[in-house]
């Protein structure tokens, strides 16, 4: 006979466990990272990998009344999931819903009782009989994010995982493959809304015919991004510089691509098992790469492709036009309206836009003058696939279409006639000045178009015609009045809803008393102390050869108004009195950094100390970043320089400057072939005559660093070292990794931190390489500079050293434009 010996120790935890299992309701009385045959997932019971890093169960997203089985990071404050099962089929009621090991598939039923998703595996997926597979099957959620379903707890045989089924994010660690048998890649598939992760219109795939490289998809059909072709040496995508930009430890990542005879695919893994990421198809189109700052509790955008918006097909979907320039980036053609308002107001635009009145086509029975006509849409980029029709005239172009009922618009230029059926896609908008704009004929029903010739409308020209004489007698009868009271005054536009203040010529000769006192003068004109009626302290700039009229002058000033930023100047107005134009700024009280930082004042006689040297390297380097990738067009300053960066009382650093050398809309590689930046921090795109980017603000930032680090001029020869500029010598000491005190500012004692010190040089000569694609974007710069990234050592720059030997070369060419073709 067997005696059972039981320890009274085990016992007793034993019927403390079962205990807590029947007193808590919340939580699931079972491994905590795994289901087993005959448990289930309901209500707000979840898994939790066993590291914590992720966890899985029901969550309704967003303000949805519907609820679905997830994944999400654990230690992220901000719910983030990283993949949905029933992405298609909700649930109401998750305490009536259960997840489950059900015939050796983990399976959802909905309150009904009904399966609405299952892993789906075969029984003959294992080993030996359904009924033992299904009693040994066990789900797993790994700290890779894999949820894997297995024969058993120990057993190495995967039956089913989620890495195989990703919905619209990639995680590290997964394969992202493409069968090479089947001509079919996994895919990314984005939300359909932020509040319905059901697949939308918006796809990452491999592209079936280069396998080396990732497509963004519109709807299945339309490539409309691409990231160019893996290459193997410099491990990154030739559209995706991002990759090799930096060195940054926290960030560094092993990213591989594997080529077999059955498939390939992709794979990468963060070398900081720690870095919390999130690489997706967000539902605006873009693939976006996101890194998550425990210490601010944000996600940062480390980069998102296509990089404009509009670079999206079909953004704004059918008859939404599309504006990189606008706040909304997507408006409804005149006679339509979103189709679901609520989308648009968070800023989901793909369902498009609707006719508020249907087309009356070839109805015989609509009576004479309504049936269908033409609203002219101008300024446009046409939509997608127009049908040719060629040899006829623009009254035979419109006439094919009014008779075409399935026609939806037409153009006729250059005698050429073009007409579209169905849907309008892909339409853009350009600004009101922009002469490539086009002009095209959208149908749309009569009642939505005025007609002059009614008899509506003819008592509205009566009602009309006796009104506004009147109207304009008390109009101008106020206006003198208000006139008269404000005559001495200067008009101060509020600013609450971001609008500027237009001040006229007169009144700012008077506040800069005739413009008697010069603060300073750059390469867009002198800018001029000023005081307004009621005490507030101005700078006035006086621009120089703008040669625009009024009204582009306007709205690129109006555009430059809506940036505000701690480290940006704020715009308070401008003046625009023929080929007078001056914009005006709040003063800034400290002046340029170049007064501080190489020969001081008389009421400063000390230099800046290191900590107040850092903290304007990294307010410029926010700054930069804030108008390069924040803005609704992203503005290149072209002229960074200590003269172009002013300081508060508080030493806070202020761009100025930004937005007159040129505003880029979504022609991101535009060549500005007008404007020259200072010699000293000119990158070498400015001489070879390339396209221009923000990467030429990124090495001037980056020759800004060296002098604040030095309180050394750049390129003067009195301030050589060892023979070279003193550039050159500061780069060669940093790729060398000597003792980068060296580089300080005398005047310092070496008083400063060496990790700071090292850090900002390093920063610096990553930013002053010779190609654009190895320097740093501003936002990783600011990463770096407060200390959540580490940089690694940097290559020399050929182009410096070329410059040293050859400089009086060099500034010949400079002085002839010998450079430029």
Not at 703 to 723: A, H, I, Y
Not at 729 to 750: M, P, T, Y
Request: hydrophobic share 35%; glycine share 6%; aromatic share 10%.
């Amino acid at each position: 006979m067997m005696t059972n010996n039981i320890n009274p120790c085990c016992f007793l935890l034993s019927v403390l466990f079962l205990f807590m299992c029947l007193s808590l309701e919340s939580h699931v009385c079972f491994a905590v990272d795994t289901i087993s045959f005959n448990q289930s997932l309901s209500g707000n019971q979840t898994i939790v990998s066993s590291d914590g890093v992720f966890e899985l169960g029901f969550f309704s997203p967003g303000n949805s009344s519907n609820y679905y089985i997830g994944m999400w990071f654990k230690q992220v404050s901000q719910l983030t999931t990283v993949w949905v099962a029933n992405r298609e089929e909700p649930v109401r009621d998750v305490y009536s819903s259960v997840l489950k090991i059900f015939d050796g598939n983990l399976v959802l039923f909905n309150e009904s009782q009904v399966p609405i998703w299952s892993t789906d595996v075969s029984s003959g997926s294992g080993s030996g009989s359904g009924s033992a597979i299904s009693s040994s099957v066990v789900a797993v959620l790994l700290d890779n994010g894999n949820l894997v379903l297995q024969d058993g707890l120990d057993s190495s045989t995967i039956l089913w995982q989620s890495f195989d089924h990703p919905t619209d994010t990639w995680l590290p660690g997964s394969k992202f493959r493409f069968n090479k048998r089947t001509n079919q890649s996994q895919l990314l598939t984005s939300w359909k809304s932020y509040d319905d992760p059901a697949p939308g219109l918006f796809s990452l795939e491999i592209d079936p015919v280069e396998n080396n490289q990732f497509v963004s998809v519109w709807n299945r059909s339309q490539p409309y991004w691409t990231t160019g072709t893996w290459d193997q040496q410099t491990m990154s995508f030739s559209f995706v510089p991002e990759m090799r930009m930096v060195t940054v430890s926290s960030l560094a990542y092993n990213f591989s691509y594997v080529s077999e005879e059955n498939e390939s695919y992709f794979i990468y893994y963060y070398h900081n098992s720690s870095t919390i990421t999130k690489f997706s198809m967000d539902v605006s189109g873009q693939i976006k790469d996101m890194l998550w700052l425990e210490g601010i509790e944000q996600w940062i955008l480390f980069f998102s492709k296509p990089r404009q918006q509009c670079g999206v097909y079909a953004f704004c979907g059918a008859f939404g036009s599309c504006n990189d320039t606008s706040l909304s980036s997507c408006t409804c053609l005149s006679g339509f309206q979103p189709t679901s308002r609520r989308n648009w107001d968070q800023q989901v635009y793909s369902g498009g836009c609707v006719r508020k009145a249907e087309l009356q086509c070839s109805d015989s029975s609509v009576g004479a003058g309504r049936e269908d006509r033409f609203s002219e849409s101008r300024f446009t980029i046409f939509p997608t696939n127009p049908q040719d029709t060629m040899d006829v005239s623009s009254v035979e172009c419109k006439s094919t279409c009014l008779k075409n009922c399935s026609c939806t618009a037409y153009s006729f230029e250059n005698n050429r006639c073009l007409i579209w059926i169905g849907d309008l896609l892909n339409l853009q908008h350009l600004g009101e000045d922009d002469t490539a704009g086009k002009v095209l004929y959208v149908k749309l029903a009569a009642s939505e178009i005025d007609s002059e010739s009614s008899p509506t409308n003819k008592k509205r020209v009566i009602v009309v015609a006796i009104a506004v004489p009147i109207g304009l007698l008390l109009l101008g009868l106020m206006i003198f009045i208000i006139m008269k009271c404000r005559r001495r005054t200067i008009v101060d536009t509020e600013r609450d809803n971001g609008s500027l203040a237009a001040f006229e010529y007169r009144d700012l000769e008077k506040a800069t008393k005739n413009f008697s006192e010069k603060l300073g003068e750059g390469g867009f004109g002198s800018v001029f102390k000023g005081t307004l009626p009621h005490g507030s302290i101005i700078a006035v700039k006086k621009l120089d050869s703008i040669n625009q009229g009024e009204k582009q002058f306007r709205s690129e000033v109006s555009t430059i108004g809506k940036i505000n930023h701690l480290n940006l100047v704020r715009l308070q107005g401008f003046c625009a009195k023929g080929s007078r134009k001056l914009l005006v700024y709040d003063f800034v009280s400290k002046g340029s950094l170049d007064r501080h930082l190489f020969h001081g004042t008389d009421s400063e006689p000390q230099p800046l100390d290191w900590k107040t040297r850092y903290r304007i390297a990294l307010g410029v380097a926010r700054g930069l970043a804030y108008l390069h990738e924040n803005c609704v067009d992203s503005i290149i300053h072209c002229d960074i320089k200590p003269e172009n960066i002013l300081l508060d009382v508080e030493n806070c650093p202020k761009l100025s400057d930004f937005g007159l050398a040129k505003l880029l809309g979504r022609e991101f590689s535009r060549v500005l072939t007008t404007m020259r930046g200072t010699v000293g921090y000119l990158a070498p795109e400015w001489i070879s005559g390339v396209a221009i980017t923000t990467k030429v603000d990124v090495y001037s930032f980056g020759m800004m660093l060296l002098e604040l680090v030095s309180g050394t001029r750049n390129f003067e020869p009195s301030n050589d070292k060892e023979g070279t500029f003193f550039p050159v010598w500061a780069a060669r000491q940093v790729s060398e990794g000597v003792n980068v005190l060296k580089l300080l500012d005398s005047r310092l004692n070496g008083n400063a931190n060496l990790e700071e010190v090292s850090r900002i040089c390093k920063v610096a000569c990553w930013c002053i390489q010779d190609t654009e694609i190895h320097r740093p974007s501003m936002s990783q710069v600011v990463q770096i500079l407060e200390g959540f990234s580490d940089v690694g050592l940097p290559p020399m720059p050929r182009f410096l050293q070329d410059i040293s030997d050859h400089r009086s070369t060099y500034f010949s060419c400079l002085s002839s434009n010998c450079y430029s073709n």
